[in-house]
């Protein structure tokens, strides 16, 4: 009878009706309070939450389960308050950030990974202190603790890690410094490596199709970094870390205060791998040595009593690697018989955003985001020779307002993008290249995104773009929709879907296969990427012997009008690139995050992954993607600042290219086995702004064996490098530290 009633009560309970808390929210601006319009609110750990209006005022639901009304507005200190009572007011004056406050405590514990309770589609912020959970040196090695993002290597040689997203390659995920494009073009499967994870506070992650304002490029996702502003960023921050293959790296971050509108940070980060291994005894050095410097410097500017902001950087990088047969490695002027890897890539760019907030309308404002980059890749795969090249140049505004209150906002603005690129393969005894590419691609675009939201249970936003493309002489139209509804206090539901399109750079983007004997078939045109899009998720909060339960569901369908499709199942000898229509990719996720006891936190997560390309043959399972996939996540904190971390992979069977028409000994199965991964971290944190960490990568130490086809004659017919589906390196034990320089009291 006792679970009858308990049962019957959570039937009832979301029909009950809604408990409302009210207030208005201020902000102090030169000592003065004044309202601040859009504010967030919400219950910590829920998905409850809601803007405030015009005058700083906001009304909110009760929420079942927290207790913790949370505050925070862009350039001032968040707020919490402990809230007992049902119904009743509760005002807020929140601090300019970096003002101290005397005596005030943290009340309530943030999550490091929460769902953005504002936003009608599936998005993610993961924070620092998530990103520090792992050995987190460049942003590819930062999604271990996330079961939403794969991490894999293309290939056992040139170690490129490439992250995947709904069962589709990173590529297809639209990657952002800041809403300005990073990961793109020549850099799309790299230019992760290329952002260091100690500079990064937060990072957004959007599953299934993000704003129309962004562009037209995102398929399956938008990841956004936000590095520590000039502003906010700690006077100076060290990080230092080295594991046993020999990587060291050292990073290094300073703001400064020049007044009080303007402020500048530098950082710095140089990396290195310095000997190579080998340790499958296969003749190959398992992950490749070389080094990445990394520079990046800006400057922010706010004046609120005039309305304007902004910012202006600079970037710039160099990235080496070397790699291939230990005795090419090992030889400063090694013979030609020789198999040998050596890739450059190098980065700059200028970039910057201007705001504009018009005087006693804070919901009208204008925006401008501009950036002009040159990156270039040199690189040598045996006897094949790449060189690539692109410059760009980016425009976005952004015009946002009302239409009559703040139930009906819109987005509004025109944007450009130029890209010239040139994607270069060539052989030095023969005459004409493998494969030439030279195009300019020049495309504006204008859009317009509708946001309706009568209440803070319903969001629903509507957008629309339009862009020509003077290299296919094509008018694209691009529509999206997103729609959250929260059903109660503990349950939201989310409902998305719409179109997307990207130009690959055919040879960059598939610079593995040339870790192969196989010829590469260029026989297809030049066509733009186009996929549709739908998902839907629902978050349901649960409590849970007196603790909140916090499970998400969610899928995504993923259908190709056209791909490019690299085709390997014809044979050894060859690589088919060709455009096919009919890809498509399902991904099903469900995921429970729970706090076991005080400071222990569960992260449990299975997913489904059915993807499918279109090859010659006909429709078939995509390479190298685990059809079934679990996640386990233990973390626990003391009060005294020890935090243990662990996570347990376990990876389903992966599809392998058809080897059938091969000799015996150089054939290979056609899936591959499952496999766990598991890896440890364990952090301390003192007082004086230091903390240490020690751990473990592979600590079961697995790894795939003969990962290379025919590795004793790497010129000969069958030698392969893209039948990599495990580790190939063993058990890897790394240490590092993190030092934040306290800041100055007056």
């Known amino acids: 009878m006792k679970t009858f009633r308990l049962l019957l009560a959570a039937i009832a309970c979301p029909l009950l009706g809604f408990a409302q808390i009210s207030g208005t929210i201020k902000g102090l601006d030169n000592g003065k309070e004044v309202p601040l319009p859009g504010a967030n609110v919400y219950w910590e750990g829920t998905e409850t939450g809601t803007t405030t209006g015009n005058d700083g005022s906001y009304t909110l639901e009760k929420a079942a389960g927290s207790n913790t009304l949370r505050v925070s507005f862009l350039g001032y ?36 990974t929460t769902i953005d309770i504002t936003k009608a589609g599936l998005s993610y912020k993961i924070d620092d202190k998530e990103l520090r959970k792992a050995a987190c040196c460049n942003l590819s090695e930062s999604f271990e603790t996330n079961a939403s993002v794969d991490v894999s290597f293309t290939d056992a040689v040139t170690g490129t890690r490439q992250i995947e997203m709904l069962g589709l390659a990173g590529k297809y995920a639209l990657i ?56 906010t960023a700690p006077r100076l921050y060290l990080n ?91 030889n400063d002027h090694p013979s030609d018989t ?119 249970k319903f969001t629903l936003v509507a957008g629309v773009r339009g862009d020509y493309n003077s290299y296919f002489e094509q008018a694209y139209i691009t529509p999206r929709l997103n729609m959250r509804y929260s059903l109660s206090e503990s349950t939201t539901f989310r409902l998305g879907g719409g ?32 996929a549709w899009n739908s998902g839907a998720s629902v978050v349901q909060d649960v409590q849970l012997a007196g603790n909140k339960l916090k499970l998400t569901v969610d899928a995504f369908y993923t259908w190709f009008e056209n791909k490019l499709v690299a085709d390997l199942d014809l044979g050894p ?39 499918k390309e279109q090859f010659i043959s006909g429709l078939r399972q995509s390479y190298l993607i685990p059809q079934h996939r679990a996640f386990t996540n233990l973390a626990y904190q003391t009060e005294n600042q020890w935090k243990f971390d662990l996570t347990l992979n376990w990876f389903g069977s992966k599809r392998l290219p058809n080897s059938e028409s091969s000799p015996l000994e150089f054939q290979r199965a056609g899936q591959s086995p499952g496999f766990f991964t598991m890896n440890t ?56 530290l993190y030092y934040t320089l306290p800041d100055k009291k007056d």
């Open 77 to 112: 200190q968040a707020q919490s308050k402990i809230v007992i009572s049902r119904k009743g007011t509760m005002n807020f004056t929140l601090q300019p950030s970096g003002y101290e406050l005397e005596g005030a405590e943290v009340v309530g514990k943030v999550d490091a």
């Open 176 to 231: 952002q410094r800041e809403n300005i494009p990073f990961a793109r073009g020549l850099n799309s499967n790299s230019g992760l490596t290329y952002i260091p994870g100690p500079f990064v506070e937060s990072l957004q992650l959007t599953k299934g199709l993000s704003s129309v304002l962004n562009g037209y490029e995102s398929i399956t996702g938008q990841i956004n970094v936000e590095f520590y502003k000039p502003e």
């Open 240 to 330: 230092a870390f080295g594991n046993q293959g020999s990587r060291a790296e050292l990073n290094v971050m300073s703001a400064l205060p020049v007044n009080q509108h303007l402020s500048t940070a530098i950082t710095a980060h140089a990396s290195s791998i310095s000997i190579p291994r080998d340790g499958n005894n296969d003749g190959f050095a398992d992950i490749p040595t070389g080094s990445q410097l990394n520079f990046m410097n800006r400057w922010h500017f706010k004046n609120p009593e005039s309305g304007w902001e902004g910012q202006i950087g600079l970037s710039a990088i160099r990235n080496k690697k070397l790699s291939g047969q230990m005795e090419y490695l090992e």
């Open 338 to 456: 020789l198999w040998g890897y050596e890739s450059e890539g190098r980065r700059v760019e200028l970039f910057g955003k201007n705001g504009y907030v018009f005087k006693d309308q804070p919901f009208r404002s204008l925006g401008i985001i501009y950036s002009l980059t040159y990156q270039d890749h040199t690189g040598r795969f045996g006897k094949r020779f790449h060189r690539g090249e692109q410059r760009s140049a980016y425009l976005n505004t952004i015009y946002q307002d009302i239409i009559g209150s703040t139930i009906h906002k819109y987005r509004t603005g025109v944007s450009f993008q130029m890209d010239n690129v040139l994607d270069r393969l060539t052989r030095p005894d023969l005459e004409d290249p493998l494969y030439n590419q030279e195009r300019t691609e020049i495309v504006p675009g204008a859009y317009f995104e509708y946001t309706f939201e009568p209440d803070p």
């Open 499 to 530: 179109r997307g399109q990207r130009t690959p750079n055919v040879m960059m983007e598939n610079l593995n296969l040339l870790a192969s004997s196989r010829f590469m078939d260029f026989g297809v045109a030049q066509l733009p990427e186009i």
């Open 573 to 611: 000898a060859t690589a088919y690139l060709l455009n096919t229509e009919g890809s498509r990719s399902l991904s099903v996720l469900g995921q429970i995050d729970y706090e076991l006891f005080t400071n222990f936190d569960v992260r449990l997560a299975y997913k489904y992954l059915n993807s």
């Open 681 to 736: 971290q364990v952090n301390k944190a003192f007082k004086n702004g230091l903390e240490v960490f020690v751990g473990v990568d592979n600590l079961l130490d697995f790894r795939q064996d003969n990962p290379i086809v025919n590795a004793n004659n790497p010129y000969d017919p069958y030698f392969d490098t893209n039948f990599t589906w495990g580790p190939v390196f063993g058990r890897n034990i790394y240490a590092g």
